[in-house]
């Protein structure tokens, strides 16, 4: 920082420039602030039970957030099967007539926010696919609920996100102004540039989702589950057969793992977090599929970075590609098990080797589709997937572990011009 020409009066005569160097508490305390704020507003978690306490959603809250920070990518990805789910809610109330059916009310019903109250049983969480059933076989009435109804019971604070927009805002433009500048960027600005822009694609899949409904809207209905359902079985809820509520961690890993279940009620009071309902199709597989790749592409970006060793930079060249090449090979395999899982291998069979069969494939699995959509995931997780993906997510964990750790490790020596200002960032306002 120039020296102050102080005249022996004590007074500083003319204009004062503010400093042009920032100080390593600086570095910390605006990524630290913009990765709260970032990953606090970005969540909307599902609807709890009624039962459970303010600490209860508290320490769920916080294990979300540190989700949202170590594997962004994987709240990401989360949020685009429900996303999918949620449009294929809107095409089936769509084609029965409901025409004031939107995403909105399909996210509002995932998350569980309708709760059937039958007359021989404890209330449950119904989804959007289980709530259409009922609806279209009689058993309870359409919600006459609108989406301002939905969204007024929804607790988005328009203040914080406003603030998270101007912190976000300002922490993207900085990154670009000293990349432009050729200032250097620290590692742990590349990792909260990471994680705002994958929370950031978060944001825009739950744009519709609401946001901490803690009541949600009981539906009653006349005929008693056994009336309902028949002698069925049922592990979630007595509607296992419309829609197990899966597959998700708790659900399903969980069970194969020989692991304590999660929540343990049953039927359950709440549909997990962990959900994962439906995978991305179309436009949304794509949408995820980049978004995954450019979280791990963006700390490729750190390659010519200068650390404070030789070896730091490698193993942060190394963790990085490890990083980007177990989310490809991720992408995939799950690639290979979905089309286990959809017959696509046979009609590639098919298509190449016995053409003549395949008109008889397509029609089989398209009823096949039509009739079970819903129950197909109950069977996850496959037995050589898990087994497969289970060393490519260890790869991954301790390739994301090392990235954390040099982030604050690189600061106990950093390149002077890593203290610099991007010229005009201080008139941007931020925290």
Same mark, same amino acid.
């Given at each position: 920082m120039t020296a102050l020409n102080v005249s022996t009066n004590?007074?500083?005569? @003319?204009? #004062?420039?503010? =400093?042009?160097?920032r100080g390593t508490w600086d570095i910390i305390w605006t990524c630290l602030v913009t990765v709260f704020i970032c990953t606090y507003t970005v969540l909307c978690l599902n609807v709890?039970?009624?039962?459970?306490?303010?600490?209860?959603?508290?320490?769920?809250?916080?294990?979300?957030m540190f989700l949202a920070i170590v594997a962004p990518e994987i709240v990401l990805t989360y949020a685009s099967g429900q996303w999918s789910r949620a449009r294929q809610s809107l095409e089936d109330f769509g084609k029965a007539g409901y025409d004031r059916w939107n995403m909105r009310l399909a996210f509002f019903a995932d998350m569980g926010g309708f709760v059937l109250q039958p007359p021989d049983s404890e209330s449950f969480p119904l989804n959007a696919k289980?709530?259409?059933?009922?609806?279209?076989? @009689?058993? #309870?009435?359409? =919600?006459m609920v609108g989406a301002d109804d939905i969204w007024d019971k929804s607790k988005q604070d328009r203040l914080s996100k406003f603030i998270a927009a101007i912190q976000i805002g300002y922490f993207i433009l900085q990154c670009v102004g000293r990349a432009a500048q050729r200032l250097d960027i620290t590692t742990l600005e590349l990792n909260a540039l990471a994680i705002v822009v994958c929370?950031?694609?978060?944001?825009?899949?739950?744009?519709?989702?609401?946001?901490?409904?803690?009541?949600?809207?009981?539906?009653?209905?006349?005929?008693?589950?056994?009336?309902?359902t028949g002698?069925?079985?049922?592990?979630?809820?007595?509607?296992?057969?419309?829609?197990?509520?899966?597959?998700?961690?708790?659900?399903?890993?969980?069970?194969?793992m020989k692991m304590p279940v999660i929540p343990p009620e049953r039927p359950i009071q709440r549909i997990p977090n962990d959900r994962f309902p439906m995978n991305p199709y179309g436009f949304q597989e794509y949408f995820v599929c980049f978004g995954t790749l450019l979280f791990s592409g963006i700390h490729v970006a750190g390659w010519h970075f200068s650390f404070p060793s030789s070896i730091e930079r490698t193993l942060w060249r190394v963790s990085s590609l490890i990083l980007f090449g177990v989310t490809a090979m991720f992408w995939i395999l799950e690639t290979a098990a979905s089309w286990v899982r959809l017959g696509r291998w046979q009609w590639l069979y098919l298509r190449l080797f016995d053409s003549k069969k395949l008109p008889d494939f397509e029609r089989q699995k398209a009823e096949k589709v039509e009739e079970d959509r819903a129950r197909e995931p109950a069977t996850l997780p496959l037995p050589w997937e898990f087994w497969t993906i289970l060393p490519i997510v260890l790869s991954y964990g301790i390739a994301r572990a090392?990235?954390?750790?040099?982030?604050?490790?690189?600061?106990?020596?950093?390149?002077?011009t890593a203290f610099l200002n991007v010229q005009w960032s201080d008139y941007i306002p931020h925290i």
């Open positions: 004590g007074r500083v005569p @003319g204009w #004062v420039d503010q =400093p042009s160097k709890p039970a009624s039962h459970e306490s303010w600490p209860t959603l508290i320490r769920r809250r916080i294990l979300w289980q709530l259409y059933w009922l609806i279209e076989h @009689g058993h #309870v009435e359409y =919600p929370s950031l694609m978060t944001s825009f899949i739950w744009f519709h989702k609401p946001c901490d409904v803690r009541k949600p809207i009981r539906l009653h209905c006349e005929a008693s589950i056994e009336a309902i002698s069925r079985e049922w592990k979630q809820t007595p509607l296992d057969f419309v829609d197990a509520n899966g597959p998700g961690w708790a659900i399903n890993v969980q069970p194969f090392y990235l954390l750790a040099e982030a604050f490790a690189e600061l106990r020596n950093l390149h002077a």
